[in-house]
């Protein structure tokens, strides 16, 4: 187990690296009192120190004062490096078996969580310098590599190598080693919106549907 303190100390660190909210004369103040994230993180910094030793109850009382507090559920088992940092924060669940690597991102309404009710490892693994976008699922026993993004509104059940970029339900890579494979947009506020995209295809077929209706209907008009 990691320092707690160096722990805590990359995570308050990273709310200036990656909030650009933060940096104002007072951010420090701001981080420390109105920032539920990072509250998060060190409720669950010392929670995992008594999971860690072993401590029963406690620990699971202690993430759940915290879902209250913050909104964000995270299992004190879980094994989150230095460097996390939760942006916003409501609706966030990282389960028990869950490890992320150092100096990763992740939005509101975050799903780190299994797929069923396997026993033993059964939640993804992060690498380092990971983005989990807004409102993305990451789920069952999987690794996503180092260097990835996730794009918002997501749903992960496969690994992914390093240095990619997924998006989509269910998520498919769209850029590697910075190279797109297809032509989407991959900036983080602008990234393909799945349910649209169903929505408009629903529409051609609909429109498909009653062109061959009227193709039908005329033919039919010409025999009688």
Excluded at 80 to 107: K, L, Q, R
Excluded at 122 to 141: D, E, F, I, S
Aim: charged fraction near 25%; glycine fraction near 12%; hydrophobic fraction near 40%.
């Amino acid at each position: 187990m990691k320092n707690p303190f160096y722990s805590v100390y990359r995570d308050f660190k990273a709310c200036f690296e990656r909030d650009p909210a933060a940096r104002t004369p007072l951010g420090a103040l701001e981080v420390l009192f109105l920032y539920p994230g990072f509250h998060a993180i060190l409720f669950y910094r010392f929670a995992h120190v008594l999971y860690v030793l072993r401590i029963p109850f406690i620990p699971r009382l202690i993430s759940q004062i915290a879902r209250f507090l913050t909104g964000v559920e995270i299992h004190p088992g879980a094994k989150i490096a230095p460097g996390f940092f939760i942006d916003h924060g409501m609706g966030v669940v990282i389960g028990e078996t869950t490890e992320i690597g150092e100096n990763v991102t992740i939005y509101q309404g975050v799903t780190l969580g299994g797929t069923g009710k396997e026993r033993g490892k059964r939640h993804p693994t992060l690498g380092h310098n990971v983005v989990v976008g807004v409102g993305a699922k990451v789920l069952g026993n999987i690794k996503i590599g180092d260097h990835v993004k996730i794009g918002g509104g997501s749903v992960v059940i496969h690994s992914v190598p390093d240095h990619c970029t997924v998006v989509g339900v269910p998520a498919e890579i769209v850029r590697i080693d910075g190279k797109k494979v297809d032509d989407v947009d991959l900036d983080h506020g602008d990234l393909p919106d799945p349910v649209k995209e169903l929505k408009n295809r629903v529409r051609e077929l609909q429109k498909e549907v009653e062109s061959l209706e009227a193709f039908h209907k005329g033919q039919n008009l010409k025999k009688s």
